[in-house]
């Protein structure tokens, strides 16, 4: 998980929530849906707030990180919206992920609220590929209800490193610290169309630990 920085909700969905009895999903709903999926793909950078694989507006969720059963109030707050990917929807759930292993189950933070600041919560090997936290309720969360160390996502991020190594060792010789700030920058970065590389973060520690080392 990285920090998501939430923009401004769209204005479909300020106009939609002053309706008497406006709920999600309700009556002439889609296009504001589709507004909300917009602007939620903007703000983190088409990367699922929760595993951080590329997420398309054709294939993707909108996570109430409060759920909608429990917390009614929350359901049109755009503040508890995040943009998910599919986390293997119609398989078995231990073949789940993300917002879709998650269902109506709470965890602790929400990489969208600042005050939590999510980053220093998190932990990656970049041996194992999985991912950790310091917090034992969290770390429990993000196995057994986000399942973030499913076999697939623990693969992709490998995969993603060794093509970060790849890019690394074409040039002979050792890096320098201007070479791999240059590819740290990239990976901080959104591209022209507002897009993260996918697995974002646990490349970025990668990354921030080689730098380190030529300090």
Known sequence: MKKIEKLGEPRQLTEYRSKPGAIYDGPNFTSVKNDI???????QGHLCAYCMARVKISEMKVEHFLCQTENDK?????KNLLGCCKGGEGNKPRNQTCDTRKGSKSILFSPANQA???????KYSTTSGKISSSDTIF???IND?????FSRLITNRIKALEGVE???????GRRNKAEIQKVIETYKSKNANDKFKE???YILHYLNIKLARLK
């Open 37 to 43: 999926k917009k602007q939620l793909l903007k703000e």
């Open 74 to 78: 929350e359901q049109l707050n755009y």
């Open 116 to 122: 939590y600041n999510i980053e220093s919560k998190i």
């Open 139 to 141: 770390n429990r969360q």
């Open 145 to 149: 209800v986000l399942n973030l160390n």
């Open 166 to 172: 790849n890019f690394l060792n074409k040039k002979a």
């Open 199 to 201: 697995y974002n973060a």
